[in-house]
């Protein structure tokens, strides 16, 4: 097992450049130890909580949630009942909630798509990956996060390859320790025959590569290794996904954009002598033209899923709305701007497409569109420098030819997808 003990306060440019010597730029299996200040561990552990409240409050159909009780997947109603029903209390630790609510009995909780569950630990993460994503860019499909709570023992998924291209970088919270096996493909093919899920472990392990990690560590795996961890005492853990997709899943995830983007609801049944030689008027799709191509419409959708990946920071899961938080309504409380001061949080930033009388903008991963003005290009340019600025400032020059509730309603479409903060300075 390889581990590496680099005496640094955060993850700067220094830390990723050691990551990526020491994992073989993302190749090889690696620990490095003592990553994380107390801070950030801190912090993380708190988000933890805060998402698994945030799920229990507005996951209505449990998705992305899973969880085991002694190795055993329970199914919705389970979860919506004895889970979703008993979220963490505002002055509990994850230790306490997992006594409360479990009495110590061997349990998992997976919770995937985090990042649209806690804004502060998609910021909190994001900035930590800054300097790596300055280096490498930004995955084709955009990071996840995926959260690892329980005393579960071995991983419940059993030994298993993650998806191709999908490499993982684990930040450990603590407090127990965990352990990670890897199995060579060679190895593995001839003990196991490369079987997918195998709960069948204790007799493969001593072919595996042992790694352990405390709390506050880091832990490398590429997307290519036979795994499964090891949870003997309750742990807390957050991975992250470099999702670097395969021609075949970028393709189709393409085709699941444009499907939900531009097909149209419409019942209209077809008949049975219904001419199928002219594909275009069976169709329910907008804005389809007969100089449009297969290429054109993929090659819009992909740009436009590449602005929506980028104005969240990197992150493929989109966060609450405020509205839908009940926090906020747009068409009422869009005053709420009016003389106060904005900024848009680092490492977000704004894009936008003009197209004839329209704009199109992204902001934290959602596509808007509103009538053109180029004041609107202005002040998404100044936003994006990150800066302060007080309202009144920022929409003068809008304000001499729109209503000045227009020009709030626009900052209020922002600040509802968690694109802009309010400032109190």
């Not at 409240?53 to 979860?79: A, P």
């Not at 490498?136 to 298993?160: A, E, V």
Request: charged share 25%.
């Amino acid at each position: 097992m390889e581990v590496n003990n680099i005496s640094r306060n955060d993850l700067d440019d220094f830390w990723w450049d050691n990551f990526l010597v020491e994992n073989e730029n993302f190749s090889k299996t690696n620990v490095f130890e003592n990553a994380l200040t107390k801070p950030n561990v801190d912090k993380m552990n708190f988000e933890v909580l805060n998402i698994l409240r945030n799920m229990s409050k507005f996951n209505v159909n449990v998705e992305g949630f899973r969880f085991y009780l002694d190795g055993e997947e329970q199914n919705e109603k389970y979860v919506v009942n004895n889970v979703f029903s008993n979220p963490p209390l505002d002055d509990e630790n994850i230790e306490q909630y997992s006594q409360r609510v479990f009495n110590g009995q061997k349990f998992a909780i997976i919770m995937n798509f985090t990042e649209k569950y806690s804004n502060e630990m998609a910021k909190t993460v994001r900035q930590l990956l800054d300097p790596l994503i300055k280096k490498l860019g930004t995955p084709l499909l955009g990071l996840d996060g995926t959260i690892f709570i329980g005393n579960y023992g071995y991983t419940p998924l059993g030994i298993h390859r993650d998806r191709r291209g999908e490499n993982v970088i684990h930040f450990h919270l603590g407090p127990g320790d965990k352990i990670m096996y890897n199995w060579e493909n060679e190895i593995y093919d001839k003990k196991a025959n490369s079987k997918t899920n195998n709960t069948e472990i204790e007799p493969l392990l001593e072919d595996a590569i042992k790694y352990q990690f405390k709390t506050g560590d880091i832990y490398y795996m590429p997307w290519d290794k036979w795994h499964v961890g090891y949870s003997g005492d309750l742990s807390v853990a957050f991975t992250l996904w470099f999702n670097n997709p395969t021609k075949e899943t970028y393709t189709k995830q393409m085709f699941r954009s444009f499907a939900i983007q531009y097909i149209q609801k419409n019942d209209s049944i077809l008949t049975i002598d219904t001419d199928t030689s002219n594909i275009e008027p069976l169709l329910s799709v907008q804005n389809l033209n007969d100089e449009t191509t297969v290429v054109d419409l993929l090659n819009h959708v992909s740009q436009e899923y590449r602005y929506a990946i980028l104005s969240n920071g990197g992150w493929s899961g989109l966060p609450l709305t405020l509205t839908s938080e009940k926090k906020f309504n747009i068409d009422e409380d869009y005053n709420l701007l009016d003389n106060s001061k904005v900024k848009t949080p680092p490492f977000f930033k704004l894009y936008s497409v003009l197209f004839e009388d329209e704009l199109t903008f992204f902001a934290r991963g959602y596509k808007m569109e509103i009538r053109y003005h180029e004041e609107l290009e202005t002040i998404i340019e100044r936003l994006n420098t990150n800066k302060v600025f007080r309202v009144s400032d920022l929409i003068k020059n809008l304000e001499k030819d729109w209503p000045k509730e227009a020009c709030l309603y626009f900052l209020a479409m922002l600040y509802d997808k968690k694109a802009l903060e309010i400032v109190d300075l």
